[in-house]
C-alpha cells in the first residue's frame, strides 16, 4: 500500500456518550450480529473477512448508557482495497429516527445529493 505521509488526514473526537472498544482476536466473532445490522452475512463471507482482520486489529463503539453495540471497525489486509473513508462516524443509532439524520451528514460530508425518499426506513432485523 502506499501511503502518503504528507497528506492530510481528518480525525474528530468520538461522539459524546458512544465509547470504541478494542475486541480481541478471540472474540471477534461477537461483532457479527453488528455488522449484520446492514445485512446478513453468509457463514463464507464471514470466515473470509475474519480472515483477512489483522492482529488485533477489530473494534467496537457503544452506546456508554446503554452498552448497546452500534458500530464496529477491523483493520483488514485487502491488497486490492481502495482508498476511501467515511468523512463522519458511521454508527448504527439506537433511534431508527436517528438514521435519516446521519445519512443526511454523510451525503453532506462526501458532497453528494440525496434522495430521502428511496431511503429505507429500518435495518434488517431492528424493527
Known amino acids: 500500500m502506499v501511503w502518503d505521509a504528507t497528506a492530510a488526514r481528518a480525525s474528530g473526537p468520538i461522539a459524546?456518550?458512544?465509547?470504541?472498544?478494542?475486541?480481541?482476536?478471540?472474540?471477534?466473532?461477537?461483532?457479527?450480529?453488528?455488522?449484520?445490522?446492514?445485512?446478513?452475512v453468509t457463514t463464507a463471507q464471514w470466515s473470509d473477512f475474519v480472515d483477512r482482520v489483522l492482529p488485533n486489529g477489530s473494534f467496537i463503539a457503544r452506546v456508554v448508557e446503554s452498552r448497546e453495540d452500534v458500530g464496529t471497525v477491523s483493520a483488514i489486509h485487502n491488497p486490492?482495497?481502495?482508498?476511501?473513508?467515511f468523512p463522519v462516524p458511521f454508527l448504527h443509532a439506537p433511534d431508527p429516527n436517528a438514521r435519516a439524520e446521519r445519512w443526511r451528514n454523510i451525503f453532506d460530508a462526501i458532497g453528494l445529493a440525496s434522495n430521502e425518499e428511496r431511503w429505507p426506513r429500518t435495518l434488517p432485523n431492528s424493527g
Not at 27 to 39: N, P, Q, S, T, Y
Not at 80 to 85: D, E, K, P, V, W
Open 16 to 40: 459524546a456518550g458512544y465509547e470504541v472498544l478494542p475486541v480481541p482476536d478471540e472474540h471477534v466473532d461477537a461483532m457479527r450480529a453488528v455488522v449484520e445490522l446492514d445485512g446478513e
Open 80 to 85: 486490492r482495497g481502495a482508498r476511501f473513508f
